[in-house]
């Protein structure tokens, strides 16, 4: 068993879900969303972020607006959908959950 | 002294130097195939290409007017290379291209006698087309109905034109492996022929 891979692997379980959070409340850019997973260690390397991205917005649960920028060209801004505020919601709840179970699996441990 | 090239990545204008061109557009390139099976995949290279020049961006302060090599580099470990961005949805690289072993009826056109029906036949059911040519014989003398199965079959069975269409004849899973030896199978067999 690769123990690094099984790591990779909760991180990647969570992804969508902290993106989801990330956009609640506050829309931004990419470059933000990536800070944000960066700071909470969640991401290694950006390139995993925009698959993701697109397939959410593809998934309805996310949309973006061309944002105008005086250095450049536009940039994506992007902001939660209510359906991606419902689809966040279920997901807390099933965080919870597993946050719970997984804390009284490690308290019993610790109990034998 | 190097010699550079102008390039528009994401609609920013950049000159970058041409060994760090290269390593740029091999990079992109393995990203495009690495999203091939992906849709909207064009969308995510847009989006990958922007956020490289943003990175380039924040290397050319000062005075530094040139991407170098050191800067490409950098930008793909943050952006990251293919095998760590690790899979997007569906199934693995190697089985997005596979159909799941489609065992279709084909026309052999490359053991053909005549339609290639007999053989287009036996490659499906994995017999010789011999022992099928003998009962096609059979039917015919017994009474014409061979030759009229024979016909029919001519006109609705397909030609196995392309690689992935004589693989799937013979009900193989179409994936790049299997591809890879069929055109060097053929290779060979011409290379017989040819005595080279």
């Given at each position: 068993m690769d123990i690094e891979n099984t790591k990779a692997q909760m991180r990647k379980g969570i992804l969508e879900y902290c993106i989801l959070s990330i956009l609640s409340g506050n829309s931004c850019y990419a470059s933000d969303i990536i800070k944000g997973l960066k700071e909470g260690r969640v991401i290694v390397v950006e390139g995993t972020l925009y698959p993701l991205l697109t397939r959410l917005k593809n998934a309805g649960l996310l949309s973006y607006r061309w944002e105008e920028s005086q250095q450049g060209p536009p940039r994506k801004y992007y902001e939660l959908t209510p359906d991606g505020e419902k689809y966040l919601g279920e997901l807390d709840g099933s965080w919870s959950e597993l946050v719970e179970s997984v804390q009284l699996l490690r308290k019993n441990k610790t109990n034998k | 002294m190097k010699i550079t090239l102008s390039i528009n990545l994401g609609g920013y204008?950049?000159?970058?130097?041409?060994?760090?061109?290269?390593?740029?557009?091999?990079?992109?390139?393995?990203?495009?195939?690495?999203?091939?099976?992906?849709?909207?995949?064009?969308?995510?290279?847009?989006?990958?290409?922007?956020?490289?020049?943003?990175?380039?961006?924040t290397k050319l302060t000062g005075y530094r007017q040139v991407i170098t090599m050191q800067d490409v580099n950098e930008a793909v470990s943050i952006l990251g290379n293919p095998e760590v961005i690790g899979e997007s949805t569906g199934p693995s690289a190697g089985e997005k291209f596979s159909t799941p072993g489609y065992h279709r009826m084909y026309r052999d056109p490359d053991?053909?006698?005549?339609?290639?029906?007999?053989?287009?036949?036996?490659?499906?059911?994995h017999i010789e087309p011999w022992i099928i040519r003998v009962l096609f014989f059979v039917l015919t003398i017994a009474g014409g109905l061979g030759i009229l199965v024979y016909l029919i079959l001519w006109v609705v069975l397909p030609e196995a034109r392309t690689t992935a269409q004589k693989i799937e004849m013979k009900g193989d899973p179409v994936n790049i492996e299997n591809i890879k030896e069929s055109v060097k199978k053929e290779v060979e067999n011409v290379r017989k022929k040819m005595n080279i």
């Amino acid at each position: 068993m690769d123990i690094e891979n099984t790591k990779a692997q909760m991180r990647k379980g969570i992804l969508e879900y902290c993106i989801l959070s990330i956009l609640s409340g506050n829309s931004c850019y990419a470059s933000d969303i990536i800070k944000g997973l960066k700071e909470g260690r969640v991401i290694v390397v950006e390139g995993t972020l925009y698959p993701l991205l697109t397939r959410l917005k593809n998934a309805g649960l996310l949309s973006y607006r061309w944002e105008e920028s005086q250095q450049g060209p536009p940039r994506k801004y992007y902001e939660l959908t209510p359906d991606g505020e419902k689809y966040l919601g279920e997901l807390d709840g099933s965080w919870s959950e597993l946050v719970e179970s997984v804390q009284l699996l490690r308290k019993n441990k610790t109990n034998k | 002294m190097k010699i550079t090239l102008s390039i528009n990545l994401g609609g920013y204008s950049f000159n970058i130097d041409e060994d760090a061109y290269d390593e740029l557009r091999a990079y992109l390139r393995k990203l495009e195939q690495h999203f091939a099976g992906e849709e909207s995949s064009s969308e995510i290279l847009s989006d990958i290409e922007t956020r490289i020049a943003e990175i380039f961006r924040t290397k050319l302060t000062g005075y530094r007017q040139v991407i170098t090599m050191q800067d490409v580099n950098e930008a793909v470990s943050i952006l990251g290379n293919p095998e760590v961005i690790g899979e997007s949805t569906g199934p693995s690289a190697g089985e997005k291209f596979s159909t799941p072993g489609y065992h279709r009826m084909y026309r052999d056109p490359d053991n053909r006698i005549l339609g290639g029906i007999c053989s287009g036949m036996g490659a499906y059911w994995h017999i010789e087309p011999w022992i099928i040519r003998v009962l096609f014989f059979v039917l015919t003398i017994a009474g014409g109905l061979g030759i009229l199965v024979y016909l029919i079959l001519w006109v609705v069975l397909p030609e196995a034109r392309t690689t992935a269409q004589k693989i799937e004849m013979k009900g193989d899973p179409v994936n790049i492996e299997n591809i890879k030896e069929s055109v060097k199978k053929e290779v060979e067999n011409v290379r017989k022929k040819m005595n080279i």
